[in-house]
């Protein structure tokens, strides 16, 4: 394991392995994220970043290796562990009411109650308004229902919320696919300002172009087995993206079209000196 830069890693996998029956989804990754760091996990549909994501979170067991949250050895048994733990888990299908109000949906399973039971409107009201402010994020009104935020602001009031009720560690999972160029901009801008609170940030990305600009750290998966692993200053943006590309298939796809290419080309100007040559029999004959 790479040793930790900020002390012991809030989380840390040495090894770690996931089979489903005979299905090895997962095999022998290694990881640590520490405080202040963002660590970006990259691979392709099927890599194994959402076990990944499982694994860390308590959806999943790990079948092989360790896992360590603060240095202590752990398996989770259910994400409600994990959250305990300081492990908050933002997924990209963000589980928002989109008609209730902004500050409704903060607080969302953990209202504040006063005496008999009632709601605090006020302060869930003011504290929402309170914590979007302290991540930067500036709502014109958190009465508006979560439903008529943008898909990055939606983004960026779950990471608010994670970073209020306590979370250490925070796990995105592919938070820009489905967003433009601008809407994802502003994700990655309250990804480092949760890295500068002092977060380890796990970013699930598919993407180097959005992962290299917040990257401390990068895992590169392929087919569940780790294919790189390294700091920012070990890696270029155009290494990564080769990486993530597959530079060596691609330089073989290349030459197999180059390939096909001169063949065509090939038959192409066979075809032209055969009719040449039948113009030439056929004048001859005339």
């Not at 504040?112 to 709502?139: N, Q, S």
Request: proline share 3%.
């Amino acid at each position: 394991m790479t040793a930790a830069r900020n002390g012991t890693p809030l989380v840390e996998l040495d090894g770690v392995g996931k089979h489903y029956g005979n299905i090895i989804a997962l095999h022998g990754v290694s990881l640590d994220v520490s405080a202040g760091e963002v660590t970006c996990v990259l691979g392709d549909n099927g890599a194994g970043k959402s076990t990944l994501i499982k694994i860390i979170s308590g959806l999943h067991r790990h079948d092989e290796g360790v896992l360590r949250v603060q240095g202590e050895e752990v398996s989770f048994a259910s994400p409600r562990e994990a959250l305990d733990r300081g492990i908050a888990t933002v997924y990209q299908d963000l589980a928002v009411v989109p008609l209730m109000p902004v500050w409704r949906n903060f607080f969302l399973g953990s209202e504040k109650r006063r005496a008999f039971g009632l709601m605090d409107i006020p302060y869930m009201r003011r504290t929402a308004r309170e914590e979007l402010l302290r991540m930067g994020i500036d709502l014109r009104d958190v009465d508006q229902p979560i439903g008529t935020l943008s898909g990055g602001e939606r983004q960026c009031v779950a990471i608010a919320r994670a970073v209020h009720f306590g979370a250490k560690v925070l796990i995105l999972d592919e938070p820009t696919a489905a967003l433009g160029v601008k809407q994802a901009g502003v994700v990655l801008r309250y990804i480092v300002q949760a890295r500068e609170r002092g977060l380890g940030v796990v970013f699930i990305t598919h993407n180097p172009h959005h992962a290299y600009p917040v990257g401390d750290r990068f895992l590169v998966l392929k087919r569940g087995r780790s294919l790189h692993h390294c700091a920012k200053s070990e890696i270029t943006r155009e290494e990564l993206t080769a990486l993530m590309a597959g530079g060596a298939e691609l330089e073989e796809l290349a030459h197999e079209l180059q390939s096909a290419a001169d063949d065509r080309a090939g038959t192409a100007a066979a075809e032209e000196l055969a009719r040449e040559a039948e113009g030439l029999h056929a004048t001859k004959e005339d």
